[in-house]
């Protein structure tokens, strides 16, 4: 089974950066798409980034449109780790974030991912 911890979450002001990592572990983990999703109470989960191997050591990321440019994704070297560097935060990304795995790659809808993490929340105030 697929284990997922999120970590980096917490406060931080509008305008300023925050990067969130996920350890995955598990058989394989380093072949699975990690991304990252966020909610908040009341809304479906989003779908922000993720990162899917293409081969060997190589990852190809997706970014959400409405975080493209302030977000990057990417997966660590050893292929079992993944980080969201989000910057110039606004209020609107306040949500608990999510890591997320499954063996597809390249989906973005939450009910097609098997693994989830605890999630770690995020808030931005202004």
């Known amino acids: 089974q697929v284990q997922l911890v999120e970590s980096g979450g917490g406060l931080v002001q509008a305008g300023g950066s925050l990067r969130l990592s996920c350890a995955a572990s598990g058989r394989t983990v380093t072949t699975y798409t990690l991304g990252w999703f966020r909610q908040v109470p009341g809304k479906e989960r989003e779908f922000v980034a993720a990162t899917s191997r293409s081969s060997g050591t190589t990852y190809l990321t997706d970014i959400a449109d409405a975080v493209r440019g302030r977000f990057t994704v990417s997966r660590g070297n050893a292929g079992n780790t993944v980080h969201l560097q989000m910057n110039s935060l606004k209020a609107e990304d306040t949500a608990v974030y999510y890591c997320?795995?499954?063996?597809?790659?390249?989906?973005?809808?939450?009910?097609?991912?098997?693994?989830w993490g605890q999630g770690t929340p995020v808030t931005v105030s202004s």
């Open positions: 997320a795995a499954d063996q597809k790659i390249g989906v973005r809808r939450p009910t097609e991912y098997a693994y």
